[in-house]
């Protein structure tokens, strides 16, 4: 049970550049999220999912889009990145009996 | 909105001393409340919750009572570890327009705790 698994750990990028951030999970959550953590600022939400076929924008949606492949994937991409976009980016899920958020790693993200 | 504010670190502390992170919130309702911490180089940890007032969430030695009438979920630990060290983050679940909830953040406390 590896619970959520983010791709790939590390990226750099030119501005202009696109580029997609993978997201997994096992536990069968039907929820799942985007953040971006950036310092002084704590966490903000991208994009939601609220199920399989559904997405939902959050705080913060501008420059990015999302995909729920399917019930264990949830992918975030960015089409023309901008150094603006720096920053470390989670994958959450929700689920179980106290619905409770669980994290994947991160994947920290540089635009040059 | 809906807003959490916790105290600005860092937060440097010798092995054994009391831990209070501060935190206050700003909601409509009665949200549930949150502790998550995030060791570094990976993702973010439940800690512990507290879904009512007067409820104290607690693991691994740690606290925190959810206090209605001040509106704060302080996190308090009586004897730190160099381990413990990480960054604390409080957080608040609110409800989407959509009927769907999410959380909401405060900007984190880093606790750096020396031998």
């Known amino acids: 049970n590896a619970g959520v698994t983010q791709t790939p750990k590390f990226q750099v990028l030119k501005t202009g550049q696109s580029m997609t951030l993978q997201c997994a999970q096992d536990?069968?959550?039907?929820?799942m999220y985007w953040y971006r953590q950036d310092p002084g600022m704590g966490l903000r939400l991208i994009y939601y999912?609220?199920?399989?076929?559904?997405?939902d924008k959050g705080e913060v949606p501008n420059g990015y889009n999302v995909s729920r492949l399917n019930k264990r994937e949830f992918s975030l991409r960015l089409e023309s990145a901008a150094p603006s976009q720096t920053s470390v980016y989670f994958c959450?899920?929700?689920?179980?009996?106290?619905?409770?958020?669980?994290f994947g790693p991160g994947t920290r993200l540089l635009v040059l | 909105g809906d807003s959490v504010t916790q105290m600005e670190g860092p937060v440097t502390l010798s092995e054994e001393a009391f831990l209070t992170i501060n935190c206050t919130y700003t909601?409509?309702?009665?949200?549930?409340l949150f502790w998550y911490v995030q060791y570094p180089g990976e993702g973010l940890q439940l800690l512990l919750k507290?879904?009512?007032?007067?409820d104290k969430g607690s693991n691994k030695g740690f606290e925190a009572t959810y206090r209605k009438e001040t509106t704060s979920f302080h996190l308090e630990k009586g004897s730190v570890q160099v381990s413990d060290s990480a960054v604390y983050f409080c957080?608040?679940?609110?409800?989407?327009?959509?009927?769907?909830?999410?959380?909401?953040f405060g900007a984190g406390t880093r606790l750096a705790v020396h031998p």
């Open positions: 957080a608040l679940r609110a409800m989407f327009s959509g009927g769907y909830n999410k959380l909401i």
């Open positions: 909601a409509t309702g009665y949200p549930s």
């Open positions: 507290a879904t009512k007032a007067d």
């Open positions: 536990m069968n959550h039907n929820s």
């Open positions: 959450a899920s929700r689920g179980g009996a106290q619905e409770t958020q669980y």
């Open positions: 999912s609220a199920s399989e076929g559904t997405t």
